[in-house]
């Protein structure tokens, strides 16, 4: 980072560009956290099976007197039987808990329903009360300075800082996606059926998000923004309201 910043403002603009280009989302959630961890992980073993291939190619090819007069080697068939067990077996088991945790749900302080239509999202809190609303995207024209293109919306939605939130996505229309990179969740919005999903923000802020779905010719112009605030906050709103 500091090496770009001796370039000035253009050195800004390309560290932006690279770090939400090839890099994750900083994490806003433990499920982000495990998300990110994982990718570390799978990055990890995907150098190391690399460097082993590319050593054993170039000791193949510069060394071919080697291998000539090798006809069967059960040692060799046994590691690399075992050797991709054992690196399956790395990879299966963080991803199987990090699937876990994505469909864990203890205790929800809130209920929020998500409605997909072509092309805004539709919320519901419910249980506390009966507050619903529409949320569009901006249009470019009319955008504040320091606002984000096609994410910004005339209403965001609220969910509560350190606390657990019960999220029903569905859809009204066609097939939609419900998509927060930050908080790690991305859920499809099916008309007809309820999919569920847990969030469990641990930062003050906005989390943007967009429709992974394609889901008609307006499909980038469904934008998520979800306000995260303090619980106390936020219940002194949902009673306002």
Known sequence: MNCFKLFGTKGSLVWSIVQYSFFLQDS???LMSHISGFHDHVMVVVLM???VVVYINMVVFFFPCYSRYMKSSEGLETLWTILPCMVLA????P???TLYLSDELSNPVVTLKVIG???YWSYEYEDLSSSSFDSYMIPTCDLLKGDFRLLEV???VKVPLNSESRVFVTSSDV???WTVPCLGVKVD???GRLNQLSLYPSRVGLAYGQCSEICGSMHSFMPICLEVVPQEEFFRWLWSS
Do not use: F, N, Y
């Open 189 to 191: 919005a099916i008309p």
């Open 28 to 30: 806003w959630g433990p």
């Open 175 to 177: 097939i939609h996606s």
């Open 117 to 119: 239509h072509q092309w």
């Open 49 to 51: 099976i690399l460097t």
């Open 90 to 93: 790395s990879l299966a088991a």
């Open 95 to 97: 991803s199987l808990m």
């Open 154 to 156: 005339d209403k965001s």
